[in-house]
């Protein structure tokens, strides 16, 4: 090793532990502000006040009004609730399915490996967003239709991925100290390869929920989420669209909520990708 590397290297470990800590700051911040809207709200996020219809920021509603006379700042905040329970009912029904088909198809193989990758291009080549609004137009607007809407173009992306690491430590010194010693089947796979394909899985999951936001604030911007009165910051940006020009802040204002959550998820996966991969050490 060279003495030039070592700056290098602590660069690098800087740079993962800022992105970390910024990320974990901000996703705290979010939790924060979901957990206790109803105390930091300043306003009731529903109640209409049609004399203040479209205020600009100012010293009582610091992000200023919508077009009845909302508290911006009070519906942004509660906003988070929508976004973040869509989030945690995708993670629980995207990572099990796809971890489940790759570990299976990586470590039986033969024809089983060849029906579930199968199934898995062809939700691949599935459309997610157009995919999303047919099945929540079918299902009916709501929080947990979009999830499932979501959630069944997104575990693709983990099977594909715990099927390429199965494969490479099927034939690992470690399983086969695990056959030698009886386990088989169900029991090595999820108690054995499950624990290694994981550390993966959490970072492509910290870096799609990015994606995963946009396409549900997508979903409400359409009119397909979350729907009136509840504050929801995909519908709240189409409802500023219609005055983006004369009363910019109706839009920018869960536009801006919206950017702060993908970059949180963004900076937390690409801080526990540089951590976790063993080639940034070396």
Known sequence: MTETSLPLRAKRRDKRRWLLIIGYSLLGLLIAMALFAPWVSPYDPNAQVMADRLLPPDSHHWLGTDGFGRDLLSRVIYGTRPTLLLVVFILILTVPVGMTVGIAAGYLGGWVER??????????ALPSLVIALAMVAVLGPSILNGALALALTSWPPFARQARAETQQLRRSDYL??????????????????????????????????????????????????????????????????????????????????????????????????????????S
């Open 176 to 281: 086969a100290a695990a056959k030698m010693q009886g386990i088989q089947g169900l029991p090595l796979m999820f108690g054995h390869l499950l624990p290694l394909c994981l550390p993966s899985a959490v970072v492509r999951a910290a870096l799609s929920l990015g994606g995963i936001i946009l396409s549900a604030a997508g979903l409400g911007f359409l009119g397909m989420g979350v729907q009136p009165p509840t504050a929801e910051w995909g519908s709240m940006v189409a409802e500023g669209g219609k005055v983006i020009f004369d009363q910019w802040w109706v839009a920018a204002a869960p536009g801006g909520a919206i950017l702060l959550a993908s970059l949180t998820f963004n900076f937390i996966g690409d801080g526990l990708r540089d951590r976790l991969d063993s080639r940034n050490d």
């Open 115 to 124: 029906i579930l990758m199968r199934i898995t291009d062809i939700f691949l």
